[in-house]
Each structure stands twice: as structure tokens, then as C-alpha cells.
């Protein structure tokens, strides 16, 4: 389960590793991710809730530095998934997998046209639809994105900026695979990225977090899932096979 905490008082980095590491001192407390730039603190425990009492008292008191509050119902709940879904997985899944049917369409059409089946640009077409997409849903509204990203990535964890970076990177591949340009270098970005990015995936999904994926931003409630894993291990193939065959 996780909630999140308006945490003023930091001023830098250490600031935030030594908050970290007092709240995660408490048992119920499995992990906690902290930033200055919000103001805020999102803690992640199994073992119970810990009360509000329990977070000032392990940050130091009253008069601490570090002051930790109730943070209004919205924020949490754009930073959280929901608990109890009723939906069934298909529909749950449904708008990750219509991208998916698209994005494959359209690739299936451009090669319809070709004379012969052309492995190599298939998958960058797939690859341009892939992150145009995605990158387009992450930007709608960046803010979100960037606060549930931060919740299981491993560098957003560490550099929250990161955050607001990613989908313009993503937007970025996507337009130079379009163009076929620089192919070598965008599907290295790409594989290292995606790398990078599936550490945290698997992390929080082996560990049964219930936690929101940020994949589609903050549109659709996402839990993350071995179905994350497939989307990301899917682009982490396709960029190695074409930096090995370019």
C-alpha cells in the first residue's frame, strides 16, 4: 500500500537521503521516495499503515527540521492506484492493448504496400508509433507522470528531474526512428532506457506493490504488471536486434 505525505524541510540531497533513511527505519515502512522539488514524501509499507505520530516522531518531533503532514485526497490519489479493482483484466488492460493493436495495424499496412515483408523497418515504425504514443500520453499532464515514475524507477528515484526528461526523450526516438534517421544511436538510447527502466518494473511487481505504471501517464489507472514487463522486455528485443542487424 502507499500513501504520500506533504515533507517540508529539505534543502538538498542529503537532506532527502537523511529523511529516507529515517523513515524506512520504522518496520512497516518497506521504501520511501522523497523529493525536495515537490515537497513531499510517498511511503510505501505492507505491515500497516504507520500513524501520523510515528512519521514526526521518527523525523525528529514537533520542532524537527523536517515537518511531514496529511497531504489532500487528489495527490494521493494520482500518485496510487487503487486498492480493490473489480474490473477484469481485459479490461483493465484494454487501452494498452488497443495502442498496441494500432501501432501493429499501421505497421501491418506500410508493409501490406511493400513487395516484400521488410523485418528491419517494420520494427521502426513499431518502434516510431511506440514512443509517439506513449510520449504524447506522458505529457499531458508531465507533473503526474513524474510522481508516479518516481515511485519505481530507479533513476527517478534518485533524480526526480528525470521525470520530466523521460518523455521528451521518448518523443524525441520517436520522431528520429520516423524519420529513419540515426538509427544506430536511437536504438541504443532506446535499449539502454528501456534497461534501465525494467529494474524498477520488475522490482516493484515481484515485490507486489500496488503501485500505478506511469507508461500511459496519468489518463489511464494502470497497475503494474508482468504485462508492463512484456511492453518493456518487447522494446528492449526489438532495439537489440537492430542495433545487432544495422
Known amino acids: 500500500m502507499t500513501t504520500t505525505y506533504k515533507l517540508e524541510g529539505m534543502t538538498c540531497g542529503s537532506c532527502e537521503q537523511k529523511v529516507t533513511d529515517m523513515l524506512t527505519s520504522l518496520s512497516q515502512i518497506d521504501s520511501a521516495v522523497v523529493n525536495r522539488l515537490t515537497d513531499s514524501a510517498t511511503i510505501i509499507y505492507q505491515n500497516g499503515k504507520p500513524t501520523i505520530e510515528e512519521l514526526i516522531s521518527v523525523l525528529g518531533g514537533q520542532n524537527s527540521k523536517y515537518q511531514i503532514g496529511l497531504i489532500e485526497d487528489e495527490f494521493k490519489k494520482n500518485t496510487s492506484i487503487v486498492e480493490q479493482d473489480s474490473r477484469s483484466w481485459l479490461a483493465t488492460y484494454k487501452p494498452i492493448l488497443l495502442i498496441f493493436a494500432f501501432i501493429t495495424g499501421v505497421t501491418m499496412i506500410v508493409q501490406w504496400k511493400n513487395e516484400t515483408f521488410d523485418l528491419m523497418q517494420a520494427m521502426t515504425h ?24 518516481s515511485m519505481y524507477d530507479i533513476i527517478a528515484q534518485r533524480f526526480y528531474t528525470w521525470g520530466y526528461i523521460y518523455p521528451f526523450v521518448e518523443l524525441g526516438l520517436g520522431i528520429l526512428f520516423l524519420m529513419n534517421l540515426w538509427l544506430f544511436e536511437a536504438n541504443l538510447i532506446a535499449f539502454t532506457i528501456m534497461t534501465l527502466g525494467i529494474i524498477g518494473v520488475l522490482q516493484s ?11 500511459l501517464g496519468s489518463v489511464f489507472n494502470l497497475p503494474m504488471s508482468t504485462v508492463t514487463i512484456i511492453e518493456d522486455g518487447l522494446m528492449i528485443v526489438m532495439s537489440l536486434y537492430m542495433l545487432l542487424n544495422i
Open 126 to 149: 513499431f518502434m516510431a508509433g511506440f514512443f509517439l504514443v506513449f510520449s504524447f500520453f506522458k505529457l499531458l499532464n508531465i507533473k503526474e507522470f513524474a510522481m508516479s515514475f
Open 205 to 215: 511487481v515481484f515485490s507486489k506493490r500496488k503501485i500505478k505504471c506511469a507508461c
